[in-house]
C-alpha cells in the first residue's frame, strides 16, 4: 500500500516515493489545485523565478508548489539523471519543500522528440491555493515502464528495447497500473480525471482502444506528446490528473 503523507505548509498530501518526486499529489480540505502552463517552455532557473512570481502574486508561500512537468532536451543516463534531480531538488530544498529526504512534489520530465528545448525546462507546474469549499483536485507523477525506487531502470524496464506491438502493450498495462494504484492512493479513478496526458514516440494504436480507452482512461480525451521519457531505454510514460482550475500565462 502506497505511503501517503501530508505537507500541511503546502496544502496537500502526497504519495512518499523517491527523492527526486512524490507519486502524486492531492489537496487538502480548504485548498484547491490550479495548473498554470507556460505559453513557451522555461529554462530550469527562469522557470523557478517565474513560479516564485506567481505565487508572490497569487498570495501564496512557496511551499504551496506542488507539482510541476519539465522538458528536457534528450533522454539522460541514468548518472546524469541523478545529477539533474539533484539538482532540481536542491531548489525545492532552498524553498522549505523537500528535506533533504522526502520530496512531497510531483512531477513529469520528458524529451521533445522534435524541436526540444536546449536545456531543461518548464512547461508546466500546479499550486495550491485556498478554497471555501471541500478539497479540489490532484495531479499524478509521470510514470515509464520500470518501478522507481530501485538501484537502476535497467535491470527492472517491462520488456527492454522490446518495441514491438506486444512489448508496448505490456509496457502500457503496467503504466497504466501504476497510475491506478497511485490514483487509488490517494482516493481517485480514472472517472475522476480531467486529463490524461502519454509521451511515446511508438505506435499506440494497436492497444489503444482495449488498454487505455476500455479502461476508462481516456474518458476525457486523451493527450499524445510526441515525447520520449527520461531516462535512456525507457519508451512508455504517462501522467493524468483531476483539476477544475487551469490556465496558460505568458513567460
Not at 523517491?18 to 499529489?25: A, D, L, P, R, T
Not at 497510475?179 to 499506440?204: H, K, N, P, S
Not at 482495449?210 to 531505454?233: N, Q
Request: glycine content about 8%.
Amino acid at each position: 500500500m502506497a505511503d501517503v503523507l501530508e505537507f500541511r505548509p503546502g496544502g496537500y498530501r502526497f504519495i512518499k516515493a523517491v527523492f527526486q518526486y512524490s507519486g502524486g499529489v492531492a489537496a487538502m480540505p480548504g485548498y484547491r489545485i490550479r495548473r498554470v502552463r507556460f505559453a513557451r517552455p522555461l529554462p530550469l532557473a527562469s522557470g523557478f523565478a517565474r513560479i516564485e512570481q506567481v505565487l508572490q502574486t497569487a498570495g501564496r508561500p512557496l511551499t504551496a508548489f506542488c507539482q510541476c512537468e519539465l522538458r528536457s532536451p534528450a533522454p539522460f543516463t541514468e548518472q546524469s539523471f541523478r545529477a539533474f534531480n539533484e539538482s532540481y531538488a536542491s531548489t525545492l530544498k532552498r524553498w522549505a519543500i523537500f528535506d533533504g529526504t522526502t520530496n512531497p512534489v510531483a512531477r513529469s520530465n520528458v524529451c521533445l522528440a522534435v524541436d526540444p528545448p536546449p536545456e531543461p525546462s518548464f512547461y508546466a507546474f500546479s499550486y495550491t491555493e485556498a478554497a471555501a469549499d471541500t478539497a479540489s483536485g490532484f495531479v499524478i507523477s509521470g510514470s515509464a515502464e520500470a518501478p522507481e525506487g530501485r538501484a537502476n531502470y535497467r535491470d527492472h524496464t517491462v520488456r527492454l528495447g522490446d518495441t514491438s506491438a506486444a512489448g508496448l502493450r505490456e509496457k502500457a498495462r503496467f503504466v497504466l497500473g501504476e497510475m491506478e494504484r497511485r490514483m487509488g492512493a490517494l482516493g481517485f479513478t480514472w472517472r475522476d480525471t480531467t486529463a490524461t496526458q502519454v509521451y511515446t514516440i511508438r505506435d499506440l494504436h494497436p492497444f489503444l482502444a482495449d488498454e487505455i480507452v476500455k479502461r476508462d482512461a481516456a474518458h476525457s480525451g486523451l493527450t499524445w506528446h510526441y515525447c520520449r521519457p527520461p531516462v535512456i531505454g525507457l519508451d512508455y510514460e504517462m501522467d493524468c490528473r483531476g483539476l477544475l482550475f487551469e490556465q496558460v500565462i505568458d513567460v
